[in-house]
């Protein structure tokens, strides 16, 4: 990124958008955020209304969409379902449609996705070029992208970042494993053998800057780390991180009984994913294993 840039992004108060945006502002970009329920500024918008306001005036050469609701903070009510698929659906449709109608589109536009279009991979390794499971992951993905047509017969150039489980002390997965681990109550779910493709939040927000700035780069991208890892794996690495004992296993029935579909998809399914796209790129990636990205995030 040798030319400083104008990116909005969309999300930017979550975890991934604002790391991104405080890496995007140490390289000299100016950052923008759309603001939600604003009706005044340059950038605001609120989705629920099919409204949006993007300051013409203003040139923007990149726009990232980082927005949905939590997918795994509650049970999957059919109401809850509908609701993670139209948080993202109406946000990325709204966004593609009014960048599509500028005189001056921006060059790119990078939407996040999830590794949840491949479904449960068992220990088959996937990338880009595979096509998507048959499970309700695989469904809210392929609706997620679809929304995005727009901008790309516009030729806008659309990158579909396709994310791991992003590993930060600050936030999502790890922080909720973080309290049980240190009072050594931690312990492989079911019988571990479900793999995880994860990624270090410093190379996820490393890795859209770089999709950013490769001009012939579009579609999907696989946003995880070089070595996906079992959840057994995963559990000793922490608690050998941490240095305490994993000694507490949660079985699969009681994940199915407290979770229900959510628990049976996002803790007992298995995604093992290579990035593929990343590596043909060159992109490298500063914790590509699991050890030296928790040393980073918690070691002491």
């Not at 996937?126 to 997620?144: A, C, M």
């Not at 936030?171 to 309290?179: I, Q, R, T």
């Not at 109550?185 to 950013?212: H, K, P």
Request: glycine share 10%; proline share 5%.
């Amino acid at each position: 990124m040798d030319e400083p840039m104008n990116v909005l992004i969309s999300g930017a108060s979550g975890l991934v958008g604002s790391a991104l945006k405080t890496h995007l502002e140490s390289l000299g970009h100016r950052v923008y955020t759309l603001k939600r329920g604003r009706t005044t500024g340059s950038f605001y918008w609120n989705p629920d209304i099919e409204q949006i306001h993007l300051d013409e005036k203003i040139h923007l050469d990149a726009v990232v969409c980082l927005n949905g609701v939590n997918i795994g903070d509650q049970r999957w009510s059919p109401q809850r379902k509908k609701a993670i698929i139209e948080s993202r659906v109406r946000s990325v449709s709204l966004l593609a449609r009014d960048l599509a109608k500028r005189f001056d589109p921006p060059d790119v536009l990078i939407c996040a996705s999830a590794i949840g279009f491949y479904g449960d991979t068992g220990s088959e390794l996937k990338s880009e070029q595979d096509g998507p499971g048959k499970n309700f992951l695989s469904e809210i993905v392929t609706q997620w992208e679809g929304a995005a047509r727009p901008a790309m017969r516009r030729n806008i150039r659309t990158v579909f970042i396709r994310s791991g489980v992003v590993l930060s002390k600050e936030s999502g997965a790890l922080k909720k494993m973080l309290l049980p681990f240190k009072l050594g109550l931690g312990g492989r779910i079911g019988d571990g053998q479900q793999y995880m493709s994860w990624i270090d939040i410093e190379d996820e927000v490393r890795a859209i800057a770089f999709a950013i700035t490769q001009n012939d780069l579009e579609g999907p991208v696989n946003l995880t780390a070089p070595h996906p890892v079992t959840n057994q794996e995963f559990t000793q690495t922490l608690g050998k991180t941490l240095n305490r004992p994993t000694p507490f296993p949660m079985p699969e029935w009681a994940v199915k009984l407290l979770f229900g579909e959510m628990g049976e998809l996002l803790l007992l399914g298995s995604n093992r994913i290579d990035c593929a796209v990343l590596k043909e790129r060159g992109f490298e990636f500063s914790y590509p294993d699991l050890e030296s990205s928790l040393q980073h995030l918690i070691g002491t």
